[in-house]
């Protein structure tokens, strides 16, 4: 019988188990964030000890190293106390005739559908920098994105 039929195991022709990615930059954080960070970390090994399933606690430990590298390399960042928009920041503004506000957190606190965008969205990375009032281009518009309020979120800093 020819090699090329025979099979040793199931576990030959399994696709591999890769890290889970790390986002390329800076890992800049909230005060929240970090423990967040934290607290995820302290989840994870606490499941990791309640498991005894191999494989679930194979997905646990890469998800436990991927924490790990985040907080590990977490850049907390305090929100600007000169009334600019930056990371920490709630910003009210208004787009396309609507008003909407946002929170810019980091990338992993980040849940868009609660409001708060991680500080490398196209948005955030818009209007950073800008002050109520002011207009700033976004999506190749000139005085797209109109700057009403911005204020520290006090949720984010601690």
């Known amino acids: 019988m020819s090699v090329a039929f025979r099979r040793e195991s199931d576990d030959e022709h399994k696709e591999p188990e ?20 934290g607290d995820e970390v302290a ?11 191999e494989e679930a606690r194979k997905k646990l430990l890469r998800r436990l190293r991927y924490f790990h590298t985040r907080q590990s390399t977490a850049e907390v960042q305090v929100a600007p106390a000169d009334g600019s928009v930056g990371i920490g920041s709630r910003v009210t503004y208004r787009l396309n005739n609507g008003d909407k506000t946002i929170t810019i957190v980091g990338g992993d606190e980040a849940d868009p559908a609660a409001g708060s965008i991680a500080f490398f969205a196209p ?28 204020e520290t979120d006090p949720e984010t800093q601690g």
Do not use: K
């Open 43 to 53: 989840r994870i090994e606490a499941a990791v000890a309640a498991t005894s399933d």
């Open 123 to 150: 948005l955030a990375r818009a209007i950073m920098g800008a002050e109520a009032g002011e207009s700033v281009e976004y999506q190749g518009r000139e005085d797209a994105i109109a700057i009403i309020a911005v």
């Open 18 to 37: 890769f890290e889970l990615p790390i986002p390329v930059g800076p890992n800049l954080v909230t005060p929240r964030g970090l423990r967040l960070l």
